[in-house]
């Protein structure tokens, strides 16, 4: 069992930066791979970027390629999502979640958090 807690969200203009952040329970973090999923208003759930063992692995959907960065620290049982140039279509509240498939699916991802608010303003 792997429980998930997001933080980081809030307000920002257009163009600003957050930093979200996923603490996970249980000793076994390191040996899931990683995943951030969004859901807007009225739309479906999205992937947006994912981590494997390393950030040698890493996956992004093309939206956001070049603006967020996912990482994650085994030591601290937590992985991260930076986000920089945020844009008014990144609203969202944003999942963290965790799956031992190598896949950014999100029907495979097993355990999830209770999300956190990304709003960009305009």
């Known amino acids: 069992q792997v429980q998930l807690v997001e933080s980081g969200g809030g307000l920002v203009q257009a163009g600003g930066s957050l930093r979200l952040s996923c603490a996970a329970s249980?000793?076994?973090?390191?040996?899931?791979?990683m995943g951030w999923f969004r859901q807007a208003p009225g739309k479906e759930r999205e992937f947006v970027a994912a981590?494997?063992?390393?950030?040698?692995?890493?996956f992004y959907r093309d939206s956001v390629k070049g603006r967020f960065t996912i990482s994650r620290d085994n030591a601290k049982n937590t992985v991260y999502l930076q986000m920089n140039s945020l844009k008014p279509e990144d609203t969202a509240i944003y999942y963290c979640?965790?799956?031992?498939?190598?896949?950014?699916?999100?029907?495979?991802?097993?355990?999830w958090g209770q999300g956190t608010q990304v709003t960009v303003s305009s």
């Open positions: 979640a965790a799956t031992s498939r190598a896949t950014i699916d999100l029907r495979y991802y097993d355990y």
């Open positions: 249980g000793r076994t973090f390191s040996t899931y791979r």
């Open positions: 981590i494997w063992w390393s950030a040698s692995n890493t």
